[in-house]
Each structure stands twice: as structure tokens, then as C-alpha cells.
Nanobody, 121 residues
């Protein structure tokens, strides 16, 4: 069974940066696509970014393109989400999720518990 734990959230001022980590345990991460999602209060969960199992392909939501970067270190079993130029509308609980496969898709089988990101002055 694959377990995922997010970390790195917190309170940051607009324009600031945070790096979220999604650390896996229980299985090797090499064969899993990893996605980052977020959910703000009163809103539906939305996909933020995903990365293929090899790291060679990445996708981003239009709202974060050019500001967020996803990367992975399979040897360390960690996937990162570097978030720059943060805006108040980025405030949400951020989740990582995993599914066996090579390329990003819509279905994920494993989810972390989430980490809160708050962008406020």
C-alpha cells in the first residue's frame, strides 16, 4: 500500500514562495504518476499540476502556469511543488495523489491528508 504525506505548507505573503513536498512510503514511487490538487473553502477540488512517472512530462493548470513547478526525485520518493509569486487566490488545502501509470490522467487511487497554504498580508 502506498502512503503519501504532504508537507511544506504555511502562511506566506502575496508574492512569496513555498515548496510543498509529497513524500511516499510503502512502495517505490518509480511507477506512479503524481498529481497535486487544491481545495479552497466553499470550492470544488481542482487539479494544479501533475508529473509523469519518469518526470519527463508535466502539466499545469492555467492559473498556475509560469508560477508553479512540479518535480520529482524517485530515489528519495518525493515529489515537489515549487510555488512562486503566490497570490491570495492560491490559498487552499493542497493534496498530492498517485496512480500507477506513465502519463498524467484524471483518476488517482492514493491521496495524502493535505497541507494548508495561506497567502495573506
Amino acid at each position: 500500500q502506498l502512503q503519501l504525506v504532504e508537507s511544506g505548507g504555511g502562511l506566506v505573503q502575496p508574492g512569496g514562495s513555498l515548496r510543498l513536498s509529497c513524500t511516499a512510503s510503502g512502495r517505490t514511487l518509480d511507477y506512479y504518476v503524481i498529481g497535486w490538487f487544491r481545495q479552497a473553502p466553499g470550492k470544488e477540488r481542482e487539479g494544479v499540476s501533475c508529473i509523469s512517472s519518469s518526470g519527463g512530462s508535466t502539466n499545469y493548470a492555467d492559473s498556475v502556469k509560469g508560477r508553479f513547478t512540479i518535480s520529482r526525485d524517485n530515489a528519495k520518493k518525493v515529489v515537489y511543488l515549487q510555488m512562486n509569486s503566490l497570490k491570495p487566490e492560491d490559498t487552499a488545502v493542497y493534496y498530492c495523489a498517485a496512480v500507477l501509470g506513465r502519463l498524467c490522467g484524471d483518476q488517482y487511487d492514493y491521496w495524502g491528508q493535505g497541507t494548508q497554504v495561506t497567502v495573506s498580508s
